[in-house]
């Protein structure tokens, strides 16, 4: 082992490399040769990041068409829209969430977890994190212009605006400073910045709709966009957007906390989707009766998907940026002194 390491040319260099040091380049080059996987996630944990990525993004297609391009979707819209705030929230989460109603505390807190996410990438040093986490922003950013183009038919009377208002900037900002937050921290703090994240995502989503800024439908459309440009972002993650190499571990606290946010986003969907069925021959006529299940509903959609969405950023962002290896785990050979 140590003639091999004698003889290595990237770990030994010159005497010029020892005098100046190898750049950040050359030792990623050689880390590289004795184990890739300390410079880049799997294949296949990019591969599963692209076909999540095509998912949401299908999924807020999906949404748009059958919130917008429909009479039930309109009328299941506007209702929840136009009764959310008196019929649906109950005291305690109306204090929860009336502050967020307010354009700029929303943001301002949003930008606090983006300023708290920068400053920990800093001080770990991870660039091209980054750079990765300012492509997001910026995509999510884009993605709000997306409300001045897309088309909203008439279709039935409502009492929210005619105009398309989806997705929402404002959901859009909230959830991409949540994801950046789960993108910067290392890997203790993952599964508590995931809580958080949901816990700020949700309340954000249930905030418009109660201050009747948005629809439910701007609301899902939006997190399932984020959720797709978190994804896309990912499968560039490479080696100064990863953890060190010997310090690679597996984590119980991410795989608990992303399973149990997963398991119960899915059911939350589930069930949301199931009362959606329930209701589906009342929605067109805008039935009296419909009312509570369609509130109880959009909460369960708007929480269920928050919580499968950072639950899936926990567990994509653990296995891409700690790729387990030998090196992973132990760290590169330390260069051998010069005979």
């Known amino acids: 082992m140590t003639d ?40 296949s944990s990019r591969v599963l990041c692209a076909v999540f ?10 949404i748009w068409w059958l919130g917008v391009r429909t009479m039930e979707g309109q009328s299941y819209d506007d209702m929840v829209f136009s009764s ?18 307010s354009e700029w505390v929303s943001a301002s807190i949003s930008v606090v977890l983006m300023v708290v996410a920068l400053i920990v990438l800093v001080a770990r040093r991870r660039w091209w994190a980054i750079g990765q986490s300012v492509v997001l922003v910026l995509a999510c950013a884009a993605s709000s212009l997306l409300k001045e183009y897309l088309p909203r038919p008439y279709l039935i009377n409502v009492e929210s605006q005619q105009s398309n208002s989806a997705p929402s900037g404002h959901m859009l900002l909230a959830v991409a400073s949540g994801m950046v937050l789960v993108f910067a921290v290392s890997r203790a703090w993952r599964a508590v910045a995931a809580v958080i994240a949901v816990g700020y995502a949700s309340l954000t989503g249930l905030s418009l709709i109660y201050g009747q800024w948005h629809r439910p439908t701007d609301v899902v459309m939006s997190l399932c966009i984020a959720a797709g440009w978190m994804m896309l972002v990912m499968i560039f993650t ?30 939350a969907l589930l069930y949301s989707a ?44 653990q296995i891409t940026a700690a790729p387990l290896s030998k090196l992973g785990l132990v760290g590169a050979p330390p260069t051998p002194p010069t005979q």
């Open 53 to 62: 990525a095509v998912f949401f993004f299908a999924a807020s297609v999906g």
């Open 274 to 317: 199931y009362l959606l069925w329930q209701i589906q021959p009342g929605l067109s006529l805008s039935a009296q009766w419909t009312h509570p299940a369609a509130h109880v509903s959009a909460i369960a959609a708007i929480v269920g998907l928050s919580a499968l969405v950072f639950g899936l950023e926990a567990a994509m962002r």
């Open 84 to 101: 959310f705030k008196s019929e649906a929230v109950p005291s305690w989460l109306a204090v929860t969430i009336r502050p967020l109603v």
């Open 238 to 267: 490479r080696a100064s957007s990863m953890d060190r190499p010997g310090t690679r571990v597996s984590s119980t606290s991410i795989q608990i906390v992303a399973s149990v946010l997963i398991t119960a986003g899915v059911m």
């Open 4 to 43: 091999e390491l004698n003889t290595h040319p990237i770990l030994v260099g010159t005497a010029a490399d020892d005098a100046d040091g190898l750049s950040a380049a050359e030792v990623d080059r050689g880390l590289a040769r004795l184990d890739p996987l300390t410079v880049r996630p799997r294949t």
